[in-house]
Every structure is written in structure tokens, then in C-alpha cells.
């Protein structure tokens, strides 16, 4: 069993820059992403990092966001920059699933990805 523990998230002006951190414990494969969801809305794919060394993002974030990881594979990071009042959301790390990369599981905001943490507030006021 995995658990993710997400943290780094909080409140910054328009333009602003945050860091978002994921913890492992345990090994994780496949995908290891970053989702979110803002009030009212559904859950939507931001970044992520594929076993295979791969990374995928939301074209809102793209130019704007950049996603690593460490050489362990247990932290997973997303460093958020120009950030807009439309990325008011909660964060959430995700992990798993049967593919090495995570295009798809973006696309279909997380579906089929095993482990979830409970997420990251991150507010952006204009």
C-alpha cells in the first residue's frame, strides 16, 4: 500500500510562485501526477511524471508549471510559477496505474490511478 501525503500549498497573489510537494511511502509506478479541483468544478489533470521518465501537462499550466521528481521516485514535485487566480484549487497527488506514462490518466482526470492523497490548498488572489 501506498500513501501520499501532499504539502506546499497556500495563498499568494496573482504572479506569484508556489512549490508543491508529494511524499511516497512505498514504491510507486506507472503515473505519479498532479491533479486538482477548484469549487464547482471536476477533477482535472495538471502535470505528470511517467516511470519512463516522461512528463505531460494541462495546456493551462504548460510554460507556466514544472513537474520532477527526485532519483528516489518517493517526492514528487510541482513548481508553480505566474500563478493565476484560475488556479485557485485543491492539489492532489495521485500514483499507480497500468501505464508508465500519464497523458492518458490526465486526460481522463485520474481514472485508473490506485493511490491518492488527500490534497493541497492552493489559493491565488488577483
Known amino acids: 500500500q501506498v500513501q501520499l501525503v501532499e504539502s506546499g500549498g497556500g495563498s499568494v497573489q496573482s504572479g506569484g510562485s508556489l512549490r508543491l510537494s508529494c511524499v511516497a511511502s512505498?514504491?510507486?509506478?506507472?503515473?505519479m501526477a498532479w491533479f486538482r479541483q477548484a469549487p464547482g468544478k471536476e477533477r482535472e489533470g495538471v502535470a505528470g511524471?511517467?516511470?519512463?521518465?516522461?512528463?505531460s501537462y494541462a495546456d493551462s499550466v504548460k510554460g507556466r508549471f514544472t513537474i520532477s521528481q527526485d532519483n528516489a521516485k518517493n517526492t514528487l514535485f510541482l513548481q508553480m510559477n505566474s500563478l493565476k487566480p484560475e488556479d485557485t484549487a485543491m492539489y492532489y497527488c495521485?500514483?499507480?496505474?497500468?501505464?508508465?506514462?500519464?497523458?492518458?490518466?490526465?486526460?481522463?482526470?485520474?481514472?485508473?490511478?490506485?493511490?491518492w492523497g488527500k490534497g493541497t490548498l492552493v489559493t491565488i488572489s488577483s
Open positions: 511524471f511517467g516511470e519512463d521518465g516522461s512528463t
Open positions: 495521485a500514483a499507480g496505474g497500468e501505464l508508465n506514462t500519464c497523458g492518458y490518466y490526465l486526460r481522463v482526470s485520474g481514472d485508473g490511478l490506485d493511490y
Open positions: 512505498g514504491y510507486t509506478y506507472g503515473c
